[in-house]
């Protein structure tokens, strides 16, 4: 085990949806030499900048949660941005922490890395059985790269690197861009604009049958935490709940815990993407303890509740249509 406590711990994409919550998950553990640069700060692609931020502050733990990343829509916009820019964050990140001699690097990957039709549940030892989903392949494999990376360096000299490959997470501070946005916040406000405005329905993408697995932003946090602790293996590791949902019972649950009583209607011209998402979660438990502990129904609610307390006022008119997908 690793006593974080008075390491220096550099936390890229801190300021984040996912950041926030593990900023805040190592401060309630004690930790209190932590760095999160934003993108105004230090620009993760820049090589020069990375340097820097290395020389100056040395640290001596790194969680990498800094991504491009975005649902369906976003994907199919920037294959070229999401493939470079993920994996040249990844590679210099990394490298500096090798040449910096960093304890502990814990770099946060991705559900997208696993092949299009993995076995239901996704096991760790079936990443490499085929190609992934052809939408988030660019983004997926980017990670893949860095596991390789992080594979190597343990290898060759000696660096305790590890990855965590998260489902789709979702909760408060979660980003309801409709451009942008991932399948739980894009269709709570989807839902929640349809209700405030008097629509009789909304429009998501697909035919409602995906599947996904969903985790709790609270429970991830705890996961990174226990995993930067404890967890010191080259393998990869899944941090999910186990629970597949598709997206016809997920839309449901949300437009009832908002109050929408309209018709949801499924724009097939739209892609799924992944057909099924749903892991094997006993590595996680086996080897640091981890075991998510918010159910999907409460998850759900304190969501709906933090978006309601913070929306902009502008946006509960006006409703438009967007994209809510299973990314």
């Keep these: 085990m690793i006593d974080l406590q008075e390491k220096r711990i550099l936390i890229t994409g801190g300021a984040g949806f996912?950041?926030?919550?593990?900023?805040?998950?190592?401060?309630?553990?004690?930790?209190?030499?932590i760095l999160t640069p934003t993108h105004d700060q230090c620009d993760l692609t820049d090589a020069r900048a990375v340097e820097q931020l290395f020389a100056e502050h040395r640290p001596q733990v790194l969680i990498h949660l800094a991504a491009a990343v975005g649902g369906i829509g976003a994907n199919l916009r920037n294959?070229?941005?999401?493939?470079?820019?993920?994996?040249?964050m990844g590679l210099q990140l990394i490298d500096s922490a090798r040449r910096y001699q960093a304890e502990k690097v814990v770099v946060v990957g991705t559900i997208c890395s696993y092949p299009k039709l993995t076995p239901i549940p996704f096991r760790e030892e079936d990443l490499w059985n085929g190609y992934p989903e052809d939408v988030t392949a660019p983004y997926?494999?980017?990670?893949?790269?860095?596991?390789?990376?992080?594979?190597?360096?343990?290898?060759?000299?000696?660096?305790?690197?590890?990855?965590?490959?998260?489902?789709?997470?979702?909760?408060?501070r979660d980003h309801f861009d409709p451009e942008n946005s991932h399948v739980v916040p894009a269709m709570i406000r989807k839902?929640?604009?349809?209700?405030?405005?008097?629509?009789?329905?909304?429009?998501?993408?697909?035919?409602?049958?995906?599947?996904?697995?969903?985790?709790?932003?609270?429970?991830a946090a705890?996961?990174?935490?226990?995993?930067?602790?404890?967890?010191?293996?080259?393998?990869?590791?899944?941090l999910g709940t186990g629970i597949e949902t598709s997206t016809r019972e997920l839309a449901a649950r949300i437009a009832n815990l908002v109050g929408f009583n309209g018709r949801i209607v499924w724009d097939t011209m739209r892609p799924n993407g992944q057909p099924r998402r749903c892991v094997d979660v006993s590595r996680a438990e086996r080897?640091?303890?981890?075991?998510?502990?918010?159910?999907?129904?409460?998850?759900?609610?304190?969501?709906?509740?933090?978006?309601?307390?913070?929306?902009?006022?502008?946006?509960?008119?006006?409703?438009?249509?967007?994209?809510?997908?299973?990314?």
Aim: aromatic fraction near 10%; proline fraction near 5%.
């Design 18 to 33: 996912l950041g926030t919550h593990v900023v805040d998950r190592f401060r309630n553990a004690g930790c209190h030499k």
């Design 79 to 88: 294959p070229g941005r999401f493939f470079y820019e993920n994996t040249i």
């Design 140 to 172: 997926g494999i980017a990670k893949k790269a860095v596991l390789v990376q992080c594979q190597t360096y343990r290898e060759q000299y000696g660096l305790n690197a590890i990855m965590l490959l998260p489902v789709n997470l979702y909760g408060p």
């Design 191 to 219: 839902c929640v604009e349809a209700r405030d405005s008097d629509q009789e329905q909304v429009v998501l993408w697909g035919d409602g049958s995906p599947t996904r697995e969903f985790l709790y932003v609270e429970d």
């Design 222 to 238: 705890d996961g990174i935490l226990k995993a930067t602790q404890h967890y010191d293996k080259q393998e990869p590791v899944n």
């Design 287 to 327: 080897d640091f303890g981890f075991r998510a502990a918010t159910s999907l129904d409460h998850g759900l609610r304190r969501t709906i509740e933090w978006y309601l307390a913070t929306r902009p006022l502008n946006t509960r008119s006006e409703p438009k249509i967007f994209s809510a997908t299973m990314e």
